[in-house]
């Protein structure tokens, strides 16, 4: 059965094949019981064909994500991306991620024959992108550091549940920072020096025996502002989880201090204005440990390639302005050399 996605906006037609999953598979999870359902669909991110779908007559509302309609992805990686993201949700709610404080969102359903389709639940609040605006623009620093805290808290919950005995595996991370710069060159983002430099800068970390010294855990993957919701009542809850995978704990800490800095520096102008939030969620993260402040030295440190990382992730952002796309460039030159 093929589901034609650009034909999902608005209100769902009966006949459409989706609405007959919805209403027989779907509705019966959450317990709707409706003889005649009535769903509308809103485009929540064109690029990756996400839908928000609500129920008119229960009120009921969950996110639809067709993995179908990632052209880029061969047939069978549109399915493997589907049933990781559906495995990794399921396994990371079984830890015990699936009530306040810290959740990751529920899966409801999937169907690899409707257009490689992931069901989930919708998550209430306002994602961290809100809390970062609100803080660059109007000055609420207070409530990005408070929801800073959070996100530092379930992060190194996360991380602390799934550490294993395993050491971190840096090649795998130090491949991905290979293949972000190749992807830059073709983009000519990054000149023949620059290049050079990037990966000189890139094999001193690989010999860099910290890198591989904690132990390895599973790691959110695409730890970016739009994936982590806050309510009052949900406390936190991670969506889009289909690049979990075990790595070092810093991965997921460098992406969010990349996203913060990105920010700061987009928004207002003022790359600076990030770094007392860096360090707060820094220091948030390492509070747990035994000794607080040598775990925040070594995780700076540490920190410090995957904010490059992050930053070189960033930059492939097409929509973003070029001249920014290229600070970015410059920005993980500069953490590389910290």
Not at 24 to 52: I, M
Request: proline share 4%; aromatic share 10%.
């Amino acid at each position: 059965m093929n589901c034609h996605t650009e034909k999902v906006r608005g209100k769902l037609k009966a006949e459409h094949p989706l609405y007959a999953y919805l209403a027989a598979d779907v509705l019966p999870r959450v317990g709707v019981e409706t003889k005649q359902p009535h769903f509308t669909t809103s485009c929540l991110d064109n690029r990756q064909a996400v839908y928000l779908c609500r129920e008119q007559t229960s009120l009921t509302a969950f996110v639809c994500k067709f993995f179908g309609r990632r052209h880029e992805l061969s047939e069978s990686e549109r399915r493997t991306s589907l049933n990781h993201e559906f495995g990794s949700l399921l396994s990371v709610r079984n830890l015990g991620f699936c009530q306040f404080p810290h959740r990751v969102v529920r899966p409801l359903s999937k169907s690899e024959e409707i257009a490689c389709l992931l069901v989930e639940d919708f998550a209430r609040g306002h994602d961290l992108d809100y809390y970062i605006a609100k803080a660059a623009y109007e000055g609420q620093h207070q409530r990005l550091l408070g929801k800073l805290t959070k996100l530092a808290r379930f992060l190194v919950d996360l991380h602390n549940r799934t550490a294993g005995s395993t050491r971190v595996n840096f090649t795998d991370s130090r491949e991905y920072f290979t293949y972000l710069v190749n992807s830059l060159i073709r983009r000519e983002l990054v000149d023949p020096p620059t290049a050079e430099k990037l990966t000189r800068l890139g094999h001193a970390w690989d010999e860099d025996a910290d890198m591989r010294a904690d132990a390895s855990v599973l790691v959110h993957g695409d730890a970016t502002p739009t994936n982590f919701i806050f309510h009052h009542n949900d406390g936190v809850t991670a969506i889009d989880l289909e690049r979990v995978h075990r790595a070092d704990r810093m991965y997921d800490v460098g992406l969010i201090a990349a996203e913060l800095k990105h920010h700061f520096a987009w928004r207002i102008l003022q790359a600076g204005a990030a770094e007392p939030f860096i360090e707060h969620f820094l220091r948030v993260y390492c509070q747990g440990f035994p000794d607080p402040e040598s775990a925040f030295r070594a995780c700076t440190h540490r920190s410090q390639f995957y904010m490059a990382l992050g930053e070189l992730r960033i930059a492939r952002n097409r929509w973003l302005p070029w001249k920014h796309r290229k600070w970015l460039v410059k920005e993980s030159v500069c953490c590389l050399c910290t």
